[in-house]
Nanobody, 129 residues
């Protein structure tokens, strides 16, 4: 499965942005999909994830309330809506897929980069003041 992340760009603090992760195959619907981000000089970190059915979402506490993940199964696409962008949101955002038809994944599993079999190329979000 090939994942294509898009939607990044240069935005101002306080703006909103929607990132998209599109997949090449319908088997995408059988994946748990997550967004990770990597800020300059920092480790890649889990931001948000959504179960294969779209029924369960997980969001990192630090961005909860501003980040919303969703998926359109018919379009093989997962979205990350970001509101009230902050300077600290500047990062390359990656989408990743893990084969799982569970509606619940433990925090350890969903945050573990090694569990994800598929990765997109990343889309850069730069937030300016």
């Amino acid at each position: 499965v090939q994942l294509q992340a898009s939607g990044g760009g240069l935005v101002q603090a306080g703006d909103s942005l929607r990132l998209s992760c599109a997949a090449s195959e319908r088997t995408f619907s059988e994946l748990f999909v997550a967004w990770f981000r990597q800020a300059p000089g920092k480790e890649r970190e889990f931001v948000s994830g959504i179960s294969w059915s779209g029924g369960t979402q997980f969001t990192q506490d630090s961005v909860k309330g501003r980040f919303t993940i969703s998926r359109n199964i018919a379009k093989n696409t997962v979205y990350l809506q970001i509101h009230s962008l902050e300077l600290d949101d500047t990062a390359v955002y990656y989408c990743a897929g893990m084969s799982s038809r569970r509606d619940y994944l433990s925090s350890l599993n969903r945050r573990s980069r090694s569990r994800y079999e598929y990765w997109g190329q990343g889309t850069l979000v730069t937030v300016s003041s």
